[in-house]
């Protein structure tokens, strides 16, 4: 299955009082370039998510964003530190005394002190952890091999509508070929003809010239070549694995052929076929970047 280098995927799951969430999302790159963020604490999965998002995708530049909220309010515990409370409280009343204030000394007044607080979570069970992230990540990345199959399989059409219409035109520069040959014989004999007047025409070395310009134009084994580089195309499109940058060398390839026929049309028809043959190279070759 073809695949674009474009996708987007988006899961979220409670599990084990964690509120999880995975976004993963891509653009074209010619390699993989791979980038996570998580939550402070979850920089253990990152190297996990790396090598699971790996073996499934190879390339393109891939974000993966992880939020993972605590839902279990005995996974953290919230401890008061006596002492330094206590001080903040006789600092209060010796200063209300000291100066005659109003002792107003409420919870919500020593509460401000927030250093007299520790957050304290529970251990984590990082095993745990990665098993419930790799749940919700897994339908994250199946949503997103989904797009980049689905995008994937239009370009595929509209590559393979593009090959056929290259070769309806090789198809004709190849009916074309002798014509042009018997039309520049009969030219080269008439030439002759008027230069010679009532002298017979050597038969031989019109043969002979006729031979040599047929060789110059031939280009049976450019359009043979470009049927070949459509053909491994085909196989690749339809081979289910990576094939974007062994797609861009054959477009190459084939840029290379049309250019090759339009050095050596002597054929204005042909000439303008060549252009309509390299415009929708371009196209393919446009396409080709998306694939993965």
């Known amino acids: 299955m073809v695949r674009s280098m474009t996708g987007y995927g988006h899961a979220q799951a409670t599990l084990h009082g964690r509120d999880i969430s995975v976004e993963i999302r891509s653009v074209n790159h010619k390699f993989f370039d791979f980038s996570v963020r998580t939550p402070r604490g979850y920089s253990f999965v990152e190297d996990k998510i790396r090598n699971y998002v790996k073996e499934r995708v190879a390339r393109g530049k ?24 206590g001080g903040y409280i006789n600092a209060l009343r010796e200063l209300a005394s ?37 749940t919700v990540l897994s339908e994250a990345v199946a949503q997103f091999i989904a ?29 074309l070929s002798p014509q042009t040959l018997e ?23 019109l043969l002979t010239e006729t031979a040599i310009f047929a060789d110059k134009i031939a280009v049976d084994e450019e359009t043979v070549r470009l049927r070949s580089h459509f053909d491994q195309m085909r196989q690749m499109l339809d081979s289910g694995e990576a094939v974007g940058r062994k797609l861009d060398f054959i477009v190459q390839e084939m ?17 303008h ?20």
Do not use: P
């Not at 000291?98 to 007044?109: A, K, N, Q, R, W």
């Not at 401000?112 to 790799?134: C, G, H, P, S």
């Not at 590559?159 to 009916?175: F, Q």
């Not at 090759?260 to 000439?271: E, F, L, M, R, Y």
């Open 62 to 85: 891939i974000d993966v964003y992880v939020t993972i909220l605590t839902v279990d309010e005995t996974a953290a515990q919230v401890i008061l530190n006596k002492s330094l409370a």
């Open 98 to 134: 000291e100066f005659g204030l109003t002792d107003d000394i409420s919870v919500s007044t020593v509460a401000r002190y927030t250093d007299i607080f520790t957050v304290k979570k529970a251990e984590q069970d990082e095993e745990e952890v990665w098993n419930d992230l790799q």
């Open 147 to 175: 797009m980049r199959e689905t995008e994937g399989g239009k370009m595929r059409d509209d590559v393979m509508s593009r090959m056929e219409h290259i070769l309806d035109i090789v198809g004709e520069i190849e009916k």
């Open 183 to 205: 039309n520049y014989r009969a030219r080269l004999r008439a030439k002759i003809e008027e230069l010679l007047g009532d002298a017979s025409v050597d038969e031989q070395r």
């Open 255 to 271: 840029n290379r052929e049309a250019n090759t026929i339009g050095s050596k049309c002597q054929n204005s028809d042909v000439a």
């Open 273 to 292: 076929m060549v252009v309509e043959i390299k415009a929708e190279i371009e196209k393919i070759r446009e396409q080709i970047q998306n694939i993965e």
